[in-house]
């Protein structure tokens, strides 16, 4: 049995709220998605941590210290630890107003002392926050320019306060986010954040999509009308943005992805995040994830501590199957089976 113990291994708890809600399924409570994931268990291994959506109704953004703690000893009595957060920005777009901008800063602020009372706690040994532009593509398209401008203004900031906090933030990248829609516009808008303790969140369901070029056709990679038993041309595609974007990332979502554009609830036009035994799933988890944990020579990065598993958008009837996270365990061990290595 292979023996690593690296990179640590999360699920999402978000997913619980994502895609949910008045004009979706119910939300699945913080509890219970924490409760899955604990019991999850494939040959004795289980999975060693969550990551968190900082959002109502699962977690109070406003919580006090004694609220975090009691949060910490609720997770930690489950053996889990807390990885990434993310931050709940979408009340003020980052290429905004002045007054967006500011409330945007601040919810970043917020998640960064949550981020470091963890830290302090002992809970969270790994981990960023993650950040997205809170601005949709279409009035992104508007004004490339200046828009791009207001993002990096924005991020500049929130980088600034991060950076008091001890925290890195990561910009998602994912089609439905304006100035972070494609691979090129992603890369042009870190570039011109220009702060140390920015970087990239790769998803391997949300990148794969960059590869079509969805919202901005200009960008695609794969030809029109691809047809997906390519596997060379996958490939090739895969190795373009996976060598745009690794020297970026420091956040790694494992997913998968039946090359199909998603959304349920208010969370439209996404990457579907597909079951890990999903037979119309685009990828080959185990390898495609290589391309974004190794270089190009085929050298592990180590960029990150742990890696995550993000299932956005799985309905309630799958969610609530304890079946359903064991797969997604078995997958996430050889993930680090393949891709991973060992610390004492």
Partial sequence: MNQNNYPKLHNATWPGIVGKGPDSEPVISFDEMLRMTAAAEVDGVKFDGVDLGLFDPHININSTDDEIKQLADKVGGLNLNIGSLVAPIWGGPAMGSKEDRALFVEMVRKACHFGKTLRELGVRPSGIVRIDSASSPVDWEKDPVNNTKLIAETFREACDVAADYGERLAAEGEICWGGMHSWRTMIDTLEAVDRP???????????TLY??????????????NFDWTDREALTEGLKTVTKALRPWTIDFHVAQNDGTVHGTGSHDKTG???????PNGKLDIVRDAGYWLRDENGELTRAF???CWD???????????????NDILATMIKVRDAHGWNEG
């Fill in 211 to 224: 590869l079509l070029g969805y919202n901005r056709p200009e960008d695609r990679i794969l030809p029109e």
């Fill in 272 to 278: 579907r995040h597909c079951q890990a035994t999903d």
């Fill in 311 to 325: 299932g956005c958008m799985f309905s309630n009837e799958v969610m609530k199957r304890q079946q359903t996270w």
């Fill in 197 to 207: 303790n920015i970087g990239f969140q790769a998803d391997m369901s949300h990148t």
């Fill in 305 to 307: 501590k742990h890696i």
